[in-house]
């Protein structure tokens, strides 16, 4: 609401948004415009609200920078893999900390990553994502400056999270900053960079993860019911980690914990809340960021990823020469070590994320039938990975999109 009480003109950026459920929830339009647009709790996710009015220059520069409106991966001169992006180097790895390792969702490497650039210098501070300090199933960006409070973060939080909403405040700095985050988050703050010089000199590193989709609270409070653990009664909740895959814990307020599998947890209950925008994603595997990190599952002899309980494995990928630069360095400071990976064996791996990206233009196609907005996407080869899925697999997903599109609208 304005100061006289109604409410301001609608942006068209905004308003496409809406319309076409494509917000990913990332607080870039809240950063663009922090007198005129908050982040507020929708139906469990994080969506935006106007509160004053937006000139059509900032309107047209959130359209540029929204992930949910516009995603660009052209790669230049870098390796363009069809499925994975730009790929410069990929290994197998894991933090020499044992503590690390052990509390970090795949093998502590990100954590790791993160430990040696505030050691060394490289950077003064890190922007992450942690547990809310008032829902035990929400999530908070955080400003880590020691290894403690990396460790105390680390962990995969599989709820929403606009860690973008308070970057004015970390522009106006003179710290370096690295950040972490969603594919969407990144992709957002390398176009907020092409709009803002300070964004570039601030955030000389970003760092990604693979993101199988964002769930709403919802998923998270439905895990506590799974549990039988009331949520007032709830004093810190993990989704993962303390193990791989790591076990989804409520911690009780007599100190005792209730727990299921990841399988149990994100394949039972959480993936059935995943927002829209993410199933419809041409990058969840973190394509802007410097350097990704992510499961490097165990198969079985079908190539379906095992959830066994072991010492952590990750993957990590340099996506640019800062990337490669930087993983090179966590090894020669003793933070990380990596082991030889074969690109091509990555599919079976993370059969999620090659799985949705072989039938997105299936799922565009429907939703563009339909009439419904979809993001403008350059650099993702999304025909060339269409070519990979079986022809039962596109029409399975075409027409599962279309229904989905002709129901009546609810959040998502």
């Not at 709403?216 to 980690?241: H, I, K, M, P």
């Not at 997105?360 to 979809?374: E, I, S, T």
């Amino acid at each position: 609401m304005t100061a006289s009480g109604t409410r301001p003109r609608p942006s068209p950026a905004l308003r496409r948004v809406d319309q076409g459920h494509l917000c990913a929830g990332c607080g870039a339009c809240a950063a663009l415009a922090p007198t005129a647009v908050r982040m507020v709790e929708q139906d469990g996710y994080l969506r935006p609200d106007q509160t004053g009015p937006l000139d059509a220059a900032t309107d047209a520069r959130i359209a540029r920078v929204c992930p949910g409106l516009t995603l660009d991966q052209r790669a230049g001169d870098r390796p363009n893999h069809v499925l994975w992006g730009p790929v410069l180097d990929a290994r197998l790895g894991h933090a020499t900390d044992p503590a690390l390792r052990h509390a970090a969702s795949s093998g502590g490497a990100l954590s790791a990553v993160l430990v040696h650039l505030l050691e060394t210098g490289a950077v003064d501070a890190v922007v992450q994502t942690t547990a809310s300090d008032t829902n035990p199933v929400g999530t908070r960006a955080v400003i880590s400056r020691t290894a403690a409070e990396v460790l105390a973060a680390a962990g995969s939080r599989y709820a929403p999270s606009a860690p973008l909403a308070n970057l004015p405040a970390l522009l106006d700095s003179a710290e370096r900053f690295a950040f972490v985050g969603k594919p969407c988050d990144c992709a957002a703050l390398r176009a907020l960079a092409r709009e803002d010089t300070r964004v570039g000199a601030r955030f000389p590193v970003v760092i990604s993860f693979f993101c199988a989709g964002v769930p709403s609270l919802r998923g998270g409070e439905a895990v506590l019911a799974a549990l039988g653990a009331d949520r007032g009664a709830v004093t810190a909740f993990r989704y993962r980690g303390n193990g791989w895959p790591g076990r989804a814990t409520a911690t009780l307020a007599d100190g005792s914990d209730r727990s299921m599998t990841y399988a149990e947890s994100w394949g039972g209950i959480l993936s059935r809340h995943v927002q829209h925008r993410c199933k419809i994603c041409p990058d969840g595997t973190g394509g802007a960021a410097d350097l990704v990190c992510a499961d490097a599952w165990e198969t079985d002899a079908k190539g379906y990823p095992l959830f066994e309980e072991k010492p952590g494995v990750s993957l990590v990928m340099a996506r640019t020469e800062t990337g490669a630069d930087l993983m090179r360095a966590a090894e020669q400071s003793g933070h990380l070590v990596t082991g030889p990976f074969d690109l091509e064996t990555l599919a079976p791996i993370q059969p999620g994320q090659s799985g949705r990206k072989t039938v997105l233009a299936a799922r565009l196609a429907a939703l563009r039938l339909c009439g419904r907005p979809v993001p403008r996407m350059r650099g993702f080869h999304i025909l060339r990975a269409a070519r990979r899925a079986r022809s039962a697999a596109l029409a399975r997903n075409f027409l599962g999109m279309v229904r989905r599109a002709l129901r009546p609208r609810t959040a998502g």
